[in-house]
C-alpha cells in the first residue's frame, strides 16, 4: 500500500492474488485497475514523487513457479500498464524505489539476486554493487541525508549503495518534489 506525496488520500493497494486498486478519496471508494496485469503475487505498489498519474508495481510468480520479472508503470492512474522489466534477468521483484527529484528517471528494484538500477525510467537495467553476491533483497530506502540506497537482504543484512558512484546522480538535488532544497557533497 502506498499514499501519493503529491496528494494525500490518493491510495495505491496490491494484494497476494494480484489485484491493483487505488482510491481518491482516503478509501471510502476503491476501483480495480489490475484488469491487464499478470494475476502474480504484488510485491510492491508505489507511487511517483513528481507524478500524480504515475505508479509503478512489481510482481513474483514463484508460487505459480513463474520466474519472469515484473516490473509495471502507468502513467494514467491505472487505466493502461506498460512493462518496464526489459533487461533484469529471470528472477522476482521484491520492490521498487523511485529517485524524487529526477521525474521517475531514476529508478530501483530488489530483486531475488540483488539490487538493480535504471538511468533511463525503466528501459535498461544493471545490477548494482561489486561485493553483494546474488541474494535476496525485499526492501529499499532512500537515505537523502548520504544521498545512498539502503537496501535489506535475506541472510546479508544491510546492504548501501551510494546514488552519486552507483548511476551518476549528481551530488546536487535541486527544488524537488519534497518540497525543499537539499545539497549532498561526496566524502
Known amino acids: 500500500i502506498d ?37 502474480r503475487y504484488v510485491t510492491s505498489v508505489h507511487t511517483s514523487p513528481s507524478k500524480l498519474e504515475t505508479a509503478y508495481v512489481t510482481f513474483s510468480g514463484y508460487k505459480d513457479n513463474d520466474f519472469i520479472p515484473r516490473v509495471y508503470r502507468t502513467d494514467d492512474f491505472g487505466d493502461t500498464w506498460a512493462d518496464i522489466s526489459s533487461n533484469l534477468p529471470d528472477i522476482a521483484v521484491n520492490d521498487i524505489l523511485i529517485v524524487p527529484g529526477y521525474q521517475d528517471q531514476f529508478l530501483f528494484v530488489a530483486t531475488d539476486g540483488g539490487v538493480y538500477g535504471s538511468e533511463d525510467g525503466g528501459n535498461n537495467w544493471e545490477r ?15 537515505n537523502l541525508e548520504n544521498l545512498e540506497i539502503i537496501a535489506a537482504t535475506f541472510g546479508r543484512s544491510i546492504m548501501t549503495y551510494p546514488l552519486d558512484e552507483t548511476l551518476g546522480i549528481s551530488a546536487t538535488i535541486q527544488e524537488n518534489d519534497l518540497g525543499f532544497d537539499i545539497q549532498f557533497f561526496p566524502n
Do not use: K, Q, R
Open 128 to 142: 548494482l554493487g561489486l561485493d553483494m553476491p546474488n541474494v535476496p533483497v525485499y526492501d529499499m530506502e532512500l
Open 3 to 39: 499514499e501519493s506525496p503529491i496528494a494525500p488520500g490518493f491510495i495505491y493497494a496490491g494484494t497476494n492474488n494480484g489485484l491493483i486498486l487505488m482510491t481518491d478519496d482516503d478509501g471510502e471508494n476503491w476501483n480495480l485497475i489490475s484488469e491487464n496485469l499478470p494475476s
